[in-house]
């Protein structure tokens, strides 16, 4: 697992954040108006040429591949590509987790992007930010772990809006970790999971990433 290090000052990604991250927030206020807009089919042509004069723009100058997982030389992570937290990346709901003593909890919205059932959420995404945010939990001490095995139990569907997610490390056993957590809306939970993470083996970035 290749980790990037970025040997630039605290100062300097919260600049970067502060360019990327309204940019990205653009894009994903960008692919909600996609799914819900009812302009007319001229409309929605001279959309389209903008966006990919934009993209056109953007592309000038660009990385090979994806962004990668970087930190500084603080341990400060930069996982900006992530799909379910990444600060570059407009498919990230974002789902950002705050750790406590116990484990870690999010708040975050789901919107029309995020759907399966009609106006649910589609269970594909439940497992993504359940498996996102048990993985925090289980490195929330220590080095990122892998997710080794993730069981989700959907108890009822989960609405499109406002969520929340919760998890905590519940055993220990070497270097696997028994994550447990749940996914809620403002009536109680609504899918469960538990998971095996590890350690990985041969660790070479840095322990207790921030
Ligand atoms: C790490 C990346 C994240 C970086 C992010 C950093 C910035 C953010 C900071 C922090 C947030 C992090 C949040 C991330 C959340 C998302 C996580 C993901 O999506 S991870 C991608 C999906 N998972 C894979 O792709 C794994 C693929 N599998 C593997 O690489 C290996 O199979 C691995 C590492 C899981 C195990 O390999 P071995 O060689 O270490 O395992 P052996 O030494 O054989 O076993 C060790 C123990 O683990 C058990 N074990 C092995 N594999 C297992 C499995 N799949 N399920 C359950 N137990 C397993 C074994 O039975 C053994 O247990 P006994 O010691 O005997 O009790």
């Known amino acids: 697992m290749q980790f990037t290090l970025e040997d630039i000052t605290a100062d300097e990604i919260d600049r970067r954040r502060g360019v990327y991250g ?16 009812e302009v007319d089919a001229a409309d929605i042509d001279v959309a389209r040429r903008r966006i990919d004069e934009v993209v056109a723009d953007l592309r000038s100058r660009q990385i090979d591949g994806s962004y990668g997982v970087r930190f500084n030389t603080d341990a400060v992570g930069m996982p900006w590509g992530n799909a379910v937290m990444g600060v570059r990346n407009a498919i990230a709901p974002p789902v950002r987790t705050v750790a406590d003593r116990e484990g870690v909890t999010a708040e975050f919205t789901l919107g029309a992007a995020y759907e399966g059932p009609a106006h649910h959420v589609h269970g594909g995404v439940c497992a993504m930010v359940l498996d996102q945010v048990l993985g925090e939990a289980a490195a929330a001490d220590d080095i990122p772990c892998f997710t080794g095995t993730i069981t989700v139990t959907y108890r009822r569907p989960t609405p499109l809006g406002a969520l929340s997610a919760r998890a905590e490390i519940v055993d220990r056993d070497g270097r696997k970790k028994i994550v447990r957590g749940t996914l809620s809306d403002a009536d109680g939970v609504t899918a469960e999971a538990e998971g095996v993470f590890i350690v990985p083996k041969n660790w070479s970035g840095p322990s207790n990433l921030k």
């Open 22 to 37: 309204p940019l990205t927030d653009s894009v994903r206020d960008l692919i909600d108006a996609v799914i819900r807009t």
